[in-house]
């Protein structure tokens, strides 16, 4: 595998340019993501979104993610030079929804089933509006950043409650955000609403007229494969309103690989990554020795020094060594 024999190169050299390589001789275990876990394939085949996913995940790990600014140029450059055209990543969004308790660690599910939209809402051809607000004991979808009273909850319990002893109303004007924040330090969290009955008794306690936020809003753009990265490197202005639900990486002149949505049925080149584990076996001889090479201390100084050579040279990421050990056996022999 092309990443596997330049990581071995790049250990060998390491290696030897520590000095250690000539000093000894025994079997290195390297195991690790290391650059691999971002190791991008370009497919010049042009195919959905989904098609493109289940053509990663069959080939390879999956489609790219990207964590960084240096994966990006990774992926640009996997593409080849003077490629130019638009390639899907491994970004969408689902149109699904959080609750904020869930994600303030509150026992619980992430998405409770229970909905009590307002007739036509929520309206999917807003994009913007992601945060939602109880009115008269039905929900709408507002823009996060816009003013509005709130119900705290007060409670980390996962079942639902069964008194509005349990609920605050706060007449103050706030974006979600803040809500959210002012509820965390106050209270426990803006409220999840789990069945009629604690919709019921939010009601209550909100304000006959107005609207109150609760807990309830859009989990947007993700990566499909891990969730985890907040790495974003839209084109100015993008993501637009409801044009798309699946990103792409346009790399040409103009957009220098940013992001656009596209139509998820559209067909387009794609990229791949494969972030499977790789395991290396290095022999190394010695030629001299005066140390005790089996002394657990004078390995471990070993190891640190090779893994201090590998960073220096920043060519390996996430690699972690260790010795093979074998029970009862001493790792190097005369
Ligand atoms: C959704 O909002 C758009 C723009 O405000 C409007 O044209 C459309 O009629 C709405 N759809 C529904 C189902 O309310
Ligand atoms: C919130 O709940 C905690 C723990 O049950 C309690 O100590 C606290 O007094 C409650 N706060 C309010 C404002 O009711
Ligand atoms: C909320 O505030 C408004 C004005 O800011 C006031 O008219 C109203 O009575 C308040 N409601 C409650 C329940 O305190
Ligand atoms: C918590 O409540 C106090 C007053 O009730 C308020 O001043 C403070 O800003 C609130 N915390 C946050 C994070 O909003
Ligand atoms: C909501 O859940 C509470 C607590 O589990 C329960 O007592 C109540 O009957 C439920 N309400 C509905 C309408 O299911
Ligand atoms: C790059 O692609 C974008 C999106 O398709 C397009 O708007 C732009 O004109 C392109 N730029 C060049 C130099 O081709």
């Not at 509005?148 to 980390?156: D, I, R």
């Not at 007449?171 to 924040?181: G, R, V």
């Not at 084109?235 to 990103?247: E, I, K, Q, W, Y």
Request: aromatic share 12%; with cysteine.
């Amino acid at each position: 595998m092309a990443s596997g024999t330049s990581k071995l190169s790049c250990v060998s050299k390491c290696l030897s340019s520590t000095g250690i390589g000539r000093a000894i001789l025994s079997t290195l275990l390297l195991s690790g993501l290391c650059s691999c876990l971002h190791h991008y394939y370009f497919i010049d085949q042009p195919m959905t979104w989904g098609e493109a996913r289940g053509y990663c995940r069959k080939k390879y790990t999956d489609l790219a993610t990207v964590d960084n600014m240096e994966d990006m140029e990774r992926l640009i450059a996997a593409a080849g030079s003077g490629y130019e055209g638009t390639v899907w990543i491994g970004l969408h969004d689902k149109f699904s929804w959080r609750w904020s308790m869930f994600e303030n660690g509150i026992p619980g599910e992430n998405n409770w089933g229970f909905r009590r939209w307002k007739k036509g809402e929520p309206n999917t051809s807003r994009i913007k509006q992601l945060c939602v607000a109880v009115q008269e004991g039905v929900w709408d979808d507002y823009l996060c950043t816009q003013a509005l009273s709130f119900v705290c909850y007060n409670n980390t319990n996962n079942l639902p409650a069964t008194s509005s002893e349990e609920y605050f109303f706060i007449n103050e004007s706030k974006t979600w955000y803040s809500a959210q924040a002012y509820c965390r330090q106050n209270y426990t969290d803006l409220p999840s609403v789990r069945n009629l009955t604690e919709n019921g008794l939010i009601q209550d306690v909100v304000q006959s007229g107005q609207a109150a936020w609760i807990g309830l809003r859009r989990n947007t753009w993700q990566w499909w494969l891990h969730g985890t990265s907040s790495f974003r490197y839209w084109a100015d202005g993008h993501p637009l309103g409801r044009t798309g639900n699946c990103a792409t990486s346009v790399i040409n002149a103009t957009h220098l690989g940013k992001w656009v949505e596209n139509h998820c049925t559209e067909r387009f080149h794609f990229m791949c990554q494969n972030n499977k584990k790789q395991l290396f076996h290095i022999k190394l001889r010695a030629l001299t020795s005066t140390a005790n090479l089996n002394d657990p201390s004078v390995m471990e100084a070993i190891l640190n020094q090779i893994d201090a050579k590998m960073k220096e040279k920043g060519i390996v990421r996430d690699v972690r060594i260790s010795w093979i050990k074998k029970p009862d056996k001493d790792i190097f022999h005369k």
